[in-house]
């Protein structure tokens, strides 16, 4: 149910960012919120959840308006810092 949601929240966020003069960004935020309060589920459906909005990220990046693209990189690191902190790597030793 939830990756069904992820997907056509996507595919709302999308339409959105299809004007390049006026983009709206709020269903790319809700995406964020949407991944953050689900990152804590069982793996298996993280990783579906991902898949597809890491793609849905990548494609707003790369989006002509500036503003658009540096606000889905924003997204993209802030649910890098809070992987991180979760507290299941927290022991794990990063490559130096």
């Given at each position: 149910?939830?990756?069904?949601?992820?997907?056509?929240?996507?595919?709302?966020?999308?339409?959105?960012?299809?004007?390049?003069?006026?983009?709206?960004?709020?269903?790319?935020?809700?995406?964020?919120?949407?991944?953050?309060?689900?990152?804590?589920?069982?793996?298996?459906?993280?990783?579906?959840?991902?898949?597809?909005?890491?793609?849905?990220?990548?494609?707003?990046?790369?989006?002509?308006n500036t503003?658009?693209?540096?606000?889905?990189?924003?997204?993209?690191?802030?649910?890098?810092?809070?992987?991180?902190?979760?507290?299941?790597?927290?022991?794990?030793?990063?490559?130096?």
């Amino acid at each position: 149910a939830i990756e069904h949601f992820v997907r056509e929240l996507c595919q709302v966020s999308k339409e959105e960012l299809e004007p390049e003069l006026e983009p709206r960004v709020f269903s790319l935020s809700r995406l964020l919120d949407v991944a953050d309060t689900n990152m804590d589920r069982v793996r298996l459906v993280w990783s579906k959840i991902w898949r597809v909005l890491s793609e849905h990220f990548t494609m707003a990046a790369m989006h002509p308006n500036t503003g658009v693209s540096l606000h889905a990189l924003d997204a993209l690191r802030q649910l890098a810092m809070r992987f991180l902190d979760k507290v299941e790597i927290s022991g794990f030793h990063f490559q130096r």
